[in-house]
């Protein structure tokens, strides 16, 4: 019995049964004796059937069923129990993702075929004007798994120093060699796959000197020299194990910047809540794009203005070759032509760099050619300048077209960020997630259209039994004051626009660990860019509903049966004891 005090009033409520539900004790029975236990036999049937496994792996998932129940004391007459197989179900080694498959992926591909995890404005500990700078935010980032790590250098005020910074803000700045050290010491502690340091230059000649010095002091043999300074095709992560890549632009001037992040400075739309807005299929915005704009696109984002030829050649005879030679993978300088841009040169491979904004013009006019430059060049997007408050953009975008960095403000938490997390929980975390087959097609009369309107491929059937954990993690009053919480489900499937939907649950009245056995079914065109999005909320008649949960899960490596799907809080933080129990089915579309 649970009681809510209300004035002088008592209100009590039954306490919530934290054992199977109904639907999930039906699958039990249909599998058990006479005695009303699950033999091993019947074990090994029911994980194959319900679950899915191989007989190979059936026959060992029993033998760690069975062990676990041992333990938990759970096995009765030789058999499992329904609170036993409730118990397993409930664990962490029956999870979506199978938490020991790890790096499963070939990883000897040029660096041009895999998602990397890419951070934005990496040092930054807050919003893009006023926030502190430190190198805090890039350990965190390396330990989450984010590979591309981003410093802005800039000369100090005596301009006889670097520093990190956001430029021209409030930003208060940090040592470039704090960061340095504090990438040596943590890039590899959750991945052996290599870290690209992107570096966007403002530096005098002397000053990149004096980088080039710090980072052959500071990284030693870690730090990848090409052997030659264009590259026909880029190295794999294998071959690249345990190296940090420089990538900027050729040191051929010193810049007074026409940065896009001055631009536009107040437009940033504040997101909806601590969550952030709903993911979109981007339908719309593609529309609003197409009547907005054609052909060519504007300098409006460019991260650099070109001078004019006596600077540049004034600038050259400074540059300085030793850092040059550092910068492994060189940044094209934009010519603000997208046919130019994106020109594939068969004999060297490159990296481009686009706003947000001009982007979003590119996959109008350019969608195509965005898929066959990054087939073999690497291109990266970041967000606009408007996002003053470190808000995101759907990553999709970009991953639909083969876009290898997206990158993101790891400190602008909420839905569009949670996507960028969920992608890079593939491949055993390790940040680098290979391109499905469909983006790597040359072929001109079947390269991938994202907008076309795809055949189904195969259907995802999504139940959602129930939740726990809250009771532990929460404090009584911390949902409502005056009752146990009313907790609701919201599932759906983020991918390509005709895969993107949201779908909700019944409200689950007055309980800690809600029971809401609803089923869902998405027809996914392409599973193979699709993300499964689990939320729960706690309904609220007079304000905004409550955060519960939330986790972001790629489809194609989601464990057919029931699993145990463990909740984040809206940083992206596993919490201790928040888990669905849900079940996950695949069917082939009847069109097959």
């Known amino acids: 019995m649970t009681t809510y005090r209300v004035c002088c009033f008592l209100r009590r409520f039954r306490a919530a049964s934290n054992g199977p539900s109904e639907a999930v004790r039906d699958v039990f029975q249909a599998y058990t004796d006479g005695g009303g236990v699950v033999g091993e036999e019947a074990l090994r049937r029911l994980l194959r059937e319900v ?59 040029p660096l ?53 910074l956001h430029g021209r803000t409030w930003t208060s700045p940090v040592e470039l060699n704090k960061c340095l050290e504090a990438i040596k010491e943590h890039a590899f502690a959750t991945s052996p796959y290599p870290v690209i ?31 030659s300074e264009n590259m026909a095709e880029f190295p794999s992560p294998d071959d690249l194990k345990g190296k ?9 001037e010193y810049l007074q910047t026409k940065s896009g992040k001055e631009e536009e400075a107040a437009d940033d739309r504040a997101e909806e809540g601590v969550w952030g807005e709903e993911i979109s299929d981007d339908k719309a915005t593609a529309r609003q794009m197409s009547e907005q704009y054609s052909g060519k696109y504007g300098a409006e984002e460019a991260e650099e203005e070109p001078l004019d030829g006596e600077a540049e050649k004034k600038a050259r005879q400074g540059a300085d070759n030793e850092y040059k030679r550092l910068i492994a993978i060189q940044l094209t300088r934009r010519k603000h032509d997208m046919d130019q841009d994106l020109k594939v040169d068969p004999e060297k491979v490159t ?14 006019s350019h969608g195509a050619h965005i898929i066959r430059f990054t087939q073999r060049n690497l291109l990266r997007i970041f967000p606009r300048s408007t996002r003053i408050t470190s808000s995101n953009y759907n990553p999709l975008m970009g991953w639909r077209y083969g876009v290898q960095m997206v990158a993101a403000n790891m400190q602008g938490h909420g839905r569009k960020l949670w996507l960028t997390q969920g992608m890079f929980r593939a491949n055993g975390g390790c940040g680098y997630v290979k391109k499905p087959d469909i983006l790597m097609n040359s072929d001109p009369d079947k390269l991938f259209d994202p907008r076309a309107e795809l055949p189904v491929k195969t259907r995802l059937k999504v139940t959602v039994y129930m939740g726990d954990g809250w009771r532990f993690d929460f ?25 993107t939907r949201m779908e909700q649950t019944r409200v689950m009245m007055d309980s800690w660990i809600p029971t809401w056995d609803h089923e869902f079914e998405f027809p996914l065109a392409v599973p193979e860019l699709a993300l499964l999005r689990v939320e729960v909320h706690e309904s609220d008649n007079h304000q905004k509903d ?47």
């Open 51 to 109: 679950q899915g496994e191989t007989d190979a792996g059936a026959e060992a998932a029993a033998k760690e069923v069975m062990a676990f129940a041992a333990e938990q004391r759970l096995l009765k007459k030789g058999g499992l129990t329904a609170e036993g197989f409730h118990r397993w179900l409930c664990s962490d080694a029956n999870a979506a993702l199978d938490p020991r498959r790890g790096v499963h992926q070939d990883m000897g591909s």
């Open 112 to 164: 041009s075929h895999y998602f990397i995890y890419t951070g934005h404005n990496s040092y930054l500990t807050g919003n893009q004007l006023g926030s502190g700078c430190s190198e805090r935010p890039i350990v965190k980032a390396l330990l989450d798994g984010v590979r591309v790590i981003e410093l802005d250098l800039w000369p100090n005020a005596a301009k006889d120093e670097v520093e990190v």
């Open 244 to 252: 940090i890549i420089i990538s900027t632009k050729p040191p051929k």
């Open 546 to 592: 409550d955060f519960g949960g939330q986790t972001c899960l790629p489809v194609w490596e989601l464990r057919p049966g029931i699993r145990s799907v463990r909740l984040c809080d809206h940083k992206g933080q596993p919490l201790r004891s928040v888990k669905l129990l849900m079940r996950f089915e695949f069917f082939p579309s009847p069109s097959k």
């Open 351 to 364: 990296r481009l760099s686009l706003g947000e904004k001009a982007y979003e013009k590119a996959i109008v």
């Open 475 to 499: 404090r009584k009053t911390h949902f409502d004051k005056c009752s146990p919480p009313d907790f609701y489900a919201r599932v759906g499937v983020a991918g390509v626009a005709s895969d």
């Open 197 to 227: 340091l992107t570096l966007e230059d403002h530096l005098t000649a002397d000053l990149q000197g004096k980088v080039a010095k710090m980072l052959k002091e500071t990284f030693g043999d870690m730090l990848y020299i090409s052997e």
